[in-house]
């Protein structure tokens, strides 16, 4: 919890700059982040980091100048050199063509909705313990990895606009542990994500492993040719699939510039299916959900497709300041997006029967754009892949490459699930900044294009 | 700033404190800057002025067989830190099985200084913003739709120490920058040229490298025309037919498919949970054939400019220049102390010698060192000029710069977007294509390596965003590659 001194620092370096006629935001940044990485069975890396960082923006008519620091936030002093070098940047900068939009803190947020202390400060042992018995109990005849991060972050947003102040508390977890076969290479995953540390159960990743070890252990691999098939994509596969079609496709940065592939479409326009509708949800469950955005402006839900009609786009306060648009809350990384369930089973395979031939792609590895115009993606298949024939798991597939467009999968789904699952797509370059989607556990697409597979998993 | 003496004799103190309380190895490291500036014009605006200033502690500790971690960016927390990371460790050896270990080292006392003659950060802004506005203002057009060009510069001050006695200081610059220029083509397809600032292995990495015309400046009016042509060019075919990497597409080629697969810890199974495994394993050494004879793969390649030298690593090794690949054997990996040991422990014989390949790296000090690829270099063949390449081929495209990679979980297949392509047809440069695509299998691939071009030929890309690891690290390093032709390539998408 930030103590009423940084508070007191913060507000006290505010009030000096508007006095002197300085534009000027200042947020804080800290984390408290622990990471346990496995590695052939055995605890490769046991990693604690405590950081904090300040970030200071000055915007000086058309010309701005930014600045982070990282270190312990001591006194009005460090922050007001932090602050002098950002309004130097700014008094130097070229000016743009356009009036930048200062950070306006819309009201007084005082979040912790999603705030778990026991996550916070849960004991490596208690993740080792997981692990292990996890290993333990699944077999040690396997080659167990993975990893699990934990921790929680603070932001605080003050600006000279007006004095009111953003503060955001919360706890995020995520974990992961892939099983791999020593001599036959296939791997298997189990993937859990909240933000309270009970989200975690160790029976559910060893239950998930034992449903699926024995189709693994039994029957060879199967390589589909290039071609056209039916593919039940998985929460994970389907998560990245959508974060990369919404980078490329429901942002207003690339949208005004032409650069996605719905520059061609307008608002109102049906680009999806009839079963896809997109929505940016901060007050969903299944999300890490912020309240603000770094902008200061206030987080509401916000419709993106409508039943395949694109009726919102996501625009950062740059774009919104660069094109005259109306600020939408998504100055942020942290989106809330969810795709609303559909009306089929949640039992995948009870929904495949009578599906014919189908393959189960659960997770997508190393998903790129090869043409941003045309939204074409591409990614292979990795863990837990199956072919399925009516209903009935046939034999695990090969590693295999999707290369198709987000229009075509997302215009030709013939399944969509009831429930949905809650899929962490944070990363840990730099600041810990947790993003999770909320979608479907399952869809199914028809003719969707695999171009390559491989010889092995 | 340097490290102050009294910060030095705190950090040995706890260093002993930790090796009496047990631990088998101890090392930590302590940034006095890492600092960053960012400059980005945006269709002329100037979108990022950013400068960022990191300094802290990290510190890791071995005990049991097992590796603890922590960092702070408090520099009056230098003693709980170590604490933290040994009881890190402590609780990491209860859950392991083969003990990890690191074969002891002579100690030594060493300093490496990048070569800069300008520091980047000792410029006056608007110098800076000048020499990049003016590009801005070559790459303006009525018919570009979007451009851009920023630079990076890095200044990164970093004192080790470990529980050996060897204290390493280094003082590492590196100086980063890119232009674009984007127009529609005839279907309403976004293309884009762009061009990095790139070496030619020799020089010196400070603000002197930015402003050499040859090395990025002088590209500008090169891409505008290459973008001119290309939106009013048909797209690339689908078919199998030879490719020529330059040495703007070559490097990621490398990059993805040898770099990444030869990295230790991958092959040791550390990745799987992340970026994934490698089709190498222990026993490929010596005997796989990982491409055709005109094959010489190098781990840095004695390169001086270039953000893949550093002198030693982040374990105190010092950097080195080996063979990776010979005459297309596998002959080697990129290797870390740590990871020696146990792949020598669990193959139960010598599979690599005890000298570190010196690729033990760290983002930040608030990242444990992981096995990085060093400069991983293609050595020049005896083919040729690019002419005399092209010249020689009879069905091809010549190909630069990517616009998308995706690589298989264990590096065994990979699929790459690039940004224009030349076609060639009976040893002649027809015309330029759209959107090209190659796709294949690796070892498959580098087997149907057929031409290799000469010295004239050879470049060195700079990578500024190499990600790897848990918690996730970027990694600055550069490829040096000649023209390189591949045959029998599937190319383009099918229809």
Redesign the interface.
Known sequence: MIEQKIREIFCKVRDKAAARGICASFSLHREKSHLMRIGNNSVSLNTSENLCRLDVEVINGRQTGTHTQMGDISSVEYVEKALELAVEKARVASPKEYAPIPVVVEENVDESVQYDRALENVEPSFKGDGYQKIIQTVGEKYNFSGSWSSGSVELYLVSTENRNEAYHLGTDQDFNVVLKHPEKKWELINKQNGWRQSDFSADAAIKSFQNLLPFYEKVPGFKPEPGEYTVAFGAKALAEVLMMGSFTGFYGRGWEEKQGWTSKNQLGDKILGENFTLVDDPACEGTYRFGFDLAGKKRVKYPVVEKGVLKGLLYDNSTCARYNKPQTGHSTGSVSLTMLSGQDSEDMLAALKGKGRVLVIPALHYLNIPNSSKGIFTGSSRFNALLVEDGKVVSPIFSSRVTDTFASVFSNLSLVSSVNHSINLSNTYGRRAPVAYSVPSYIVAEKVKITDSADSF | MSISEELKQSIRTNLKKVMDKGAEYVDARFYTHDDSETLL?YD?????????????LGVRVLWGG????????????IENCFE??R???E????????P?GMSKKPAHKSSFTSPVKTDPFTV???EK?DFL?AIDDRLTADWI??RFVYAEFQKKYSYFFNSEGTEVSKHLANVFAKMMV?A?DNE???QRRSQDLFTTGKGTRGYEMLTQPELFSGHADRIKQELAELIKADSLEYGRRSVILLPGQGFLQVHETIGHPLELDRI???E???A??S?VNLDSFGKLQYGSEKLNVSAFGGIANSPGSFGFDDEGSPERDYLLIDQGILVNALTSRPMIHEANEVAGRQVFADVSGGCARATAF???PIDRMTNVNILPGNDGTLEDIIASTEDGVVLDNP????????R??F?F?CEIAWEVKNGKKTRILK?P?Y?G?TVEFYNSLSAVGDASTWQVWQVDNC?KG?????MQLAHGVPAIRFDNV?TG??K
């Open positions: 014009f002329g605006n100037l979108e990022a002025n950013d400068t960022s200033f990191e300094s802290g097992a590796w603890g971690f922590a960092a702070t960016s408090n520099p009056g927390e933290l990371a009881r890190n460790a609780t990491a050896a209860r859950l392991m099985r083969l990890l006056p802004l608007k913003l506005k739709l979007k984007m529609l309403g397809q976004m040791l199974g550390y799987l949970s992340y994934g495994g089709f608030y990242r444990a616009v998308s990679w995706s690589i298989g979980s264990n065994e297949h699929h977007g959107n695509t796709q299998h990600g848990e918690p996730n690290q970027i599937i998408e099918r």
